[in-house]
């Protein structure tokens, strides 16, 4: 909103300093402060309202020391990230923008089920919450609107060179310096991403059926649909489920959102993403203010949620901050980058579905069920070793810096 009203300031008035909110960097820079300052000044005063309310988390004996101290500290403080979150994106971010839209709708709509679930356990007395039927049904929605939108809204293009431009497109004559080979560079519909480690860096999603005969827009648009989908779904559940200890999946997401804020600046900047030799996505740069706020609002809340935790996010904030970063890697075609950057998120799935499967293996073929981990998801394993939680979660981040480090360096090592 103050970007619109400090342009018509400065078109009309030519009041100093209103041409600043022209630019990202700025826009950004006062997204992180306003998400910082909301989230750490009125956070506290949700936690009061959530002890009044006796909104307090239902702690499971699960042997693991110092859990029932846990016992009766207040949860859904996901509400206080969806709020560091969307206040500076709406008053900072282009909201005519596609990419803004679906970004705000995507922390809605992830919020509203993480919401529901946490209403059930706290004020229903179920301990279950939200039926997982009902959760999956909720992140395929919103993967079949994410796609959807990005297959056919027009303003969601890419740029390439075609020998033969559309004469009903803005287009830009494009000469090599050392062949002298004539090109244009055009916004086109594209079902292209960024792959790692190739040197075209480059994927088509729309051919890889192609190689089974199967050839066509729908056909293209299925396999999308399903990426999108899973993708959503992994990563939300991978959130969900690191969401295990104080601090943990706030410091991961916080580093896992200045890493979509660098990749997203790079991508939306025509003189960066030629430079690295990377897709140019027109407008997506607007997404590094949402970025900003995100990681804002993750280290607000880290304020709070650092052992020992006087709030828990629940599944409002978990869920909404996986279904974030899934839907923010798929917008800016990095979604390939998940499994480095989402490391940490990986591994703690994985080692659920590893525990689950084997203990299910051991006991048809044995008779009685046998673990590969002392505990799962991974987080709980260190815990029953012995480590202290600050510990764990201190190493965790540190793995995830490094992660991150992993994912920029990608852009370049092919």
């Known amino acids: 909103m103050l970007y619109y009203l400090f342009s018509w ?46 909104v307090g ?30 206040i500076p994106t709406l008053l900072f971010a282009k909201l005519d923008n596609i990419y803004i839209i679906i970004m705000v709708v995507t922390t809605l709509w992830m919020g509203a089920i993480g919401f529901l679930d946490d209403y059930i356990k706290v004020f ?50 494009v000469i090599n310096p050392q062949t002298g080979e004539k090109t244009y560079a055009e916004n086109v519909k594209s079902t292209k991403t960024n792959i790692p480690f190739y040197k075209n860096n480059e994927f088509n999603y729309a051919k890889v059926l192609s190689v089974f005969g199967l050839e066509g827009t729908w056909t293209t648009f299925l396999l999308f649909l399903v990426v999108v989908v899973l993708i959503v779904t992994a990563v939300s559940n991978g959130s969900n489920l690191t969401d295990g200890i104080d601090g943990l999946a706030t410091g991961t997401s916080a580093i896992i959102g200045v890493t979509l804020a660098i990749l997203a600046y790079v991508s939306g900047n025509i003189i960066f993403s030629d430079y690295l030799n990377i897709m140019y996505i027109p407008n997506s740069g607007e997404l590094v203010i949402f970025a900003g706020a995100f990681v804002g609002a993750c280290i607000g809340f880290l304020w709070y949620n650092a052992y020992p935790a006087q709030v828990f996010m629940g599944d409002t904030g978990s869920l909404t901050i996986g279904g974030i970063i899934a839907a ?11 499994p480095v950057l989402c490391g940490i998120f990986l591994i703690e799935s994985l080692s659920v579905i590893v525990q689950v499967s084997y203990f299910k293996y051991t006991k048809k073929k044995y008779g009685e069920g046998r673990r590969i981990f002392l505990m799962s998801p991974l987080h709980h394993h260190y815990q029953k070793k012995g480590y202290h ?26």
């Open 9 to 54: 300031l400065q078109e009309h008035f030519h009041i100093p300093g209103a041409g600043l909110f022209q630019y990202i960097s700025f826009r950004t820079a006062m997204a992180v402060i306003l998400s910082l300052v909301f989230t750490t000044v009125y956070g506290s005063r949700l936690i009061r309202i959530l002890h009044k309310k006796q």
């Open 57 to 86: 988390e239902t702690i499971r004996d699960l042997g693991l020391a110092g859990e029932q101290a846990k016992k009766g500290t207040p949860t859904m403080g996901g509400l206080i990230i969806i709020a560091g979150i969307l």
């Open 124 to 173: 229903r007395k179920n301990k279950e919450g939200l039926a997982g039927r009902f959760k999956v049904i909720g992140q395929v929605g919103l993967g079949v609107i994410i796609a959807i939108t990005m297959f056919f809204h027009p303003d969601i293009v890419v740029r390439e060179q075609v020998v033969n431009p559309t004469s009903s497109k803005p287009v830009e004559l």
């Open 328 to 338: 923010f890697a798929i917008l800016i075609r990095k979604e390939l980058l998940i």
């Open 389 to 414: 939680e600050s510990k764990i979660v201190t190493r965790f981040v540190i793995v995830g810096i490094i992660l991150a480090v992993l994912t920029i360096v990608t852009l370049k090592v092919r």
